[in-house]
């Protein structure tokens, strides 16, 4: 089974259509899968959008009244994708935005990858071009730089990337040793790389597949905070 997991928050404009995008990429590839949405305390017609897709999908959804924040949604996604793989050795657990910056199409190579025998398989936006934000082409090429030999144990080229795919029986192991404590705790993005962090320590394979990202699609305001990312990566280091 494979666990697409999917924090949102205002993405009435876009859910719909990646889920529907997703559930035909899935379909033809012909893998059993199940989508777990956390509704961080959405406040335009999200929950309604979710709502009519449950009848037709194999979607879970999950809301918090307070907001979260990215990262506190998607560890409850991510704790409850391992709650619910009965086969940890064998399921998986894939993460991606809702806002349709990260193409349902990659979800294939992704997962082809692990099925080869990775344990985690990242994302790698290598090829940036001039649709992609400034502040985000400069802190994806500033922070492979800042975190310097902290990499060194972990072989990808573009460790903020949240299109990723996880063995369960990594995410397992991770929260086994971290006990009582939070998975995440760092904001935004770097959370991502705090995620890495975690996971490779129970990992025997990591491998990266190249992606591309599409900013011409998301039809709200970005909520990227460059600053603040380079800030917490630094603290991560």
Known sequence: MIYICVPVKNEEATIGVLLWKIRNVMGEFGRDYELLVHDDASTDGTPEVLRRYRRTLPLRVSRSEEPLG??????????EAVERAAYPKRDAIVTLQGDFTEHPEYLVPLIKTLEGGADVVTGSVTRTNDGHPLSIRFVRWA??????????GCPVSDPLCGYRIYRVIVLKKALRALGSAPLLRR??????????????????????????????????????????TLKEISRLR
Not at 72 to 78: D, H, K, P, S, T
Not at 143 to 152: H, Q, V, Y
Not at 189 to 195: D, F, G, K, T
């Open 187 to 228: 904001p935004g993005w770097a959370a991502n790389l705090e995620l890495l962090n975690l996971a490779v320590h129970h990992a025997r394979r990591v491998e990266e597949v190249t992606l591309g990202m599409r900013y011409d699609i998301r039809t709200r305001k970005s909520r990227f905070k460059a600053f603040q």
């Open 143 to 152: 922070a492979p730089r800042i975190l310097a030999s902290s990499l060194e």
């Open 70 to 79: 990215y990262s506190g949604a998607l560890e409850r996604l991510l704790r």
